[in-house]
């Protein structure tokens, strides 16, 4: 096998993972998303986030995010609401059918796992999926303070 270089492997994956996707959401109605939403679905926990948590989250400018969640939410799939704990600030959530659309977005991506641990392994896929969870939780969801004093 031909080694591939880890940008191209990660996109690669990544790929494979959305040629699956797509198709699917629309079949159970949610054809209006699109690969550029998941800088918020990726990123969103059912709590909901501060958009400065979402854009840190998916590696973009608040600008860029905003833009993604004004978007979702005309489409209905997010909602700004007040932040309990800041007034002036605002909590992304969101809402019924945003829920719904990423809830059947996980199912996909645990249908995939599930997959390649049957090709692969169990153990391997639950190595790298360690492995990339841990590279993640160091390099972007960590604190920048964190990150910096690293």
Known sequence: MREIP??????LTHDLFERELYPR?????????RPGHG????????????LTVLAERANLTKQAVGEVVSELER?????????PSDGR???IRLTKRGTAAWEFGWS?????????EQRYGKERVATAVELLSEIVSNEIWAAPAARRAA
């Not at 996909?108 to 390649?116: A, S």
């Open 6 to 11: 880890l940008p191209g492997l990660l996109q």
């Open 25 to 33: 959401l629309n079949t159970a109605g949610f054809g209006d998303l």
């Open 39 to 50: 800088c918020v679905f990726g990123t969103i926990t059912p709590e909901g986030e501060r």
């Open 75 to 83: 489409a209905g799939y997010v909602e700004r609401v007040p932040d």
């Open 89 to 91: 600030a605002k909590i």
């Open 108 to 116: 996909i991506l645990n249908d995939v796992r599930e997959r390649w």
